[in-house]
Nanobody
């Protein structure tokens, strides 16, 4: 079955950096656009970044533009999220998700989800 496994979360001070990874299995990775989403306590899950199957097109939420970088390695079936200049408001559980073929920014458009990894940014 399809599995998406996130790693790399943790506790970091404001201004610091973290790199999240999401390893996929059970699907043909390069047939899927990949996205990162996050959910803070008491809030809805929100879009962070997405990347097309070949990595040519990338979309970011305005709140992370210029600070976060999404990338993928199709040889390793892995998508990454490099997070720099972290802020306390970035604190959330971060999820990776897979969508067949086309890129999207809407939670409901993604077919497969990981279990999430906690990112906590202290002030």
């Amino acid at each position: 079955q399809v599995q998406l496994v996130e790693s790399g979360g943790g506790l970091v001070q404001a201004g610091g950096s973290l790199k999240l990874s999401c390893a996929a299995s059970g699907l043909t990775f390069n047939n899927y656009a990949m996205g990162w989403f996050r959910q803070a306590p008491g809030k809805e899950r929100e879009f962070v970044a997405a990347i097309t199957r070949n990595g040519v097109r990338i979309v970011y939420a305005d709140s992370v533009k210029g600070r976060f970088t999404i990338s993928r390695d199709n040889a390793k079936d892995t998508v990454y999220l490099q997070m720099n200049t972290l802020k306390p408001e970035d604190t959330a559980v971060y999820y990776c998700a897979a969508k067949y073929m086309t890129i999207a920014t809407v939670v409901g458009d993604y077919e497969y989800w990981g279990q999430g990894t906690q990112v906590t940014v202290s002030s």
